[in-house]
């Protein structure tokens, strides 16, 4: 079952007022390309000794630390600095690490992406793609045989496992879904549960524990591939349209020169062999190489969300 979410959100706008809030003042964007511009006074730049790098938390930090290894030492060599790879656990924090000047390149996920760039000035240039620039991951809700939901509807006086409150697939778009479309109101018609991860929901499904989930489905590939979680102990009544995945970027204070080698870092990171090719070229479409991406363009259909449930970029 598949349906055009961006049908959903042009009904939505045109009963919502623009109530979704701007970058943060401390920030300013002259060209309009929607991310902070760099500091017009060259004093403000930063340089650090070490650069900080995060990947977004959807999974075992652990795991993807490791995952990490190659790129990270290729970053290195690119930029001349130590890096240090962040184990962040949560969205929250690290947005708030790039926020106080902790956290320098990061991955941040689809749904955070906004709010980092409004909120942290994160300023996006890349995301994982095919060899052929496919990108993207679908929203699904899922449950597990036998669970007695077999389509949305079914929901209905159950407990609907998201992940958290800044997560595109794991909160924002199917809360807005089973609004807009299906008029089922979060804690009348369901009981939302927040599980805090991707992949927290899907073993909570795939072991009974919620009867139904909302998830990136690229997440769960990549935990099928690597025998986390088997296909048949999950089900899928609900497929969205395809999503612009995990941005990735830098923090806009960052010195010109510095920013310019992590750029080519990404774009010059030779992917064959390594272990980030083995964990995200199990996806659909595999994940290959780093694509440049224009945030303006690529994260309309998520901003369009946000403005559909309300979201407010303004730091708290």
Same mark, same amino acid.
């Given at each position: 079952?598949?349906?055009?979410?961006?049908?959903?959100?042009?009904?939505?706008?045109?009963?919502?007022?623009?109530?979704?809030?701007?970058?943060?003042?401390?920030?300013?964007?002259?060209?309009?390309?929607?991310?902070?511009?760099?500091?017009?006074?060259?004093?403000?730049?930063?340089?650090?000794?070490?650069?900080?790098?995060?990947?977004?938390?959807?999974?075992?930090?652990?795991?993807?630390? &490791?995952?990490?290894?190659?790129?990270?030492?290729?970053?290195?060599?690119?930029?001349?600095?130590?890096?240090?790879?962040?184990?962040?656990?949560?969205?929250?924090?690290?947005?708030?690490?790039?926020?106080?000047? *902790?956290?320098?390149?990061?991955?941040?996920?689809?749904?955070?992406?906004?709010?980092?760039?409004?909120?942290?000035?994160?300023?996006?240039?890349?995301?994982?793609?095919?060899?052929?620039?496919?990108?993207?991951?679908? +929203?699904?809700?899922?449950?597990?045989?036998?669970?007695?939901?077999?389509?949305?509807?079914?929901?209905?006086? &159950?407990?609907?496992?998201?992940?958290?409150?800044?997560?595109? !697939?794991?909160?924002?778009?199917?809360?807005?879904?089973? *609004?807009?479309?299906?008029? +089922?109101?979060?804690?009348?018609?369901?009981?939302?549960?927040?599980?805090? &991860?991707?992949?927290?929901?899907?073993?909570?499904?795939?072991? &009974?524990?919620?009867?139904?989930?909302?998830?990136?489905?690229?997440?769960?590939?990549?935990?099928?591939?690597?025998?986390?979680?088997?296909?048949?102990?999950?089900?899928?009544?609900?497929?969205?349209?395809?999503?612009?995945?995990?941005?990735?970027?830098?923090?806009?204070?960052?010195?010109?020169?510095?920013?310019?080698?992590?750029?080519?870092?990404?774009?010059?990171?030779?992917?064959?062999?390594?272990a980030l090719a083995a964990e995200f070229s199990k996806s659909e479409?595999?994940?290959?190489?780093?694509?440049?991406?224009?945030?303006?363009?690529?994260?309309?259909?998520? *901003?369009?969300?946000?403005?559909?449930?309300?979201? !407010?970029?303004?730091?708290?």
């Amino acid at each position: 079952m598949r349906f055009a979410l961006s049908a959903i959100f042009v009904a939505a706008l045109t009963t919502l007022a623009p109530t979704i809030q701007a970058m943060d003042p401390r920030f300013k964007d002259t060209n309009g390309d929607l991310v902070a511009d760099p500091p017009s006074n060259a004093s403000e730049f930063i340089d650090p000794a070490t650069l900080v790098f995060a990947y977004t938390p959807v999974e075992d930090p652990a795991v993807y630390a &490791k995952i990490w290894d190659s790129f990270i030492e290729h970053l290195a060599k690119a930029t001349g600095k130590k890096v240090q790879f962040f184990p962040v656990q949560s969205n929250a924090a690290q947005l708030e690490a790039m926020r106080a000047g *902790r956290l320098h390149v990061a991955g941040f996920n689809t749904g955070s992406n906004p709010i980092a760039v409004n909120c942290a000035g994160f300023v996006p240039f890349a995301m994982m793609a095919s060899k052929d620039n496919k990108f993207g991951y679908e +929203m699904e809700i899922i449950t597990y045989p036998g669970s007695g939901i077999e389509k949305i509807e079914d929901i209905k006086g &159950k407990r609907l496992a998201f992940t958290s409150e800044t997560s595109n !697939s794991g909160y924002k778009a199917p809360a807005a879904l089973l *609004r807009d479309k299906y008029k +089922m109101e979060s804690g009348k018609d369901y009981t939302p549960v927040f599980s805090g &991860k991707h992949d927290n929901s899907i073993l909570g499904v795939a072991n &009974k524990d919620y009867p139904a989930a909302a998830i990136a489905n690229s997440v769960k590939e990549r935990m099928i591939g690597r025998g986390a979680v088997k296909a048949d102990q999950t089900k899928v009544i609900y497929t969205s349209q395809t999503f612009p995945t995990t941005g990735y970027g830098y923090v806009y204070n960052l010195k010109p020169e510095l920013a310019e080698k992590i750029k080519q870092a990404f774009f010059s990171f030779k992917w064959e062999g390594t272990a980030l090719a083995a964990e995200f070229s199990k996806s659909e479409p595999p994940q290959e190489k780093f694509m440049p991406i224009n945030y303006k363009q690529y994260w309309q259909v998520v *901003r369009d969300i946000d403005q559909a449930m309300n979201v !407010s970029y303004a730091c708290k």
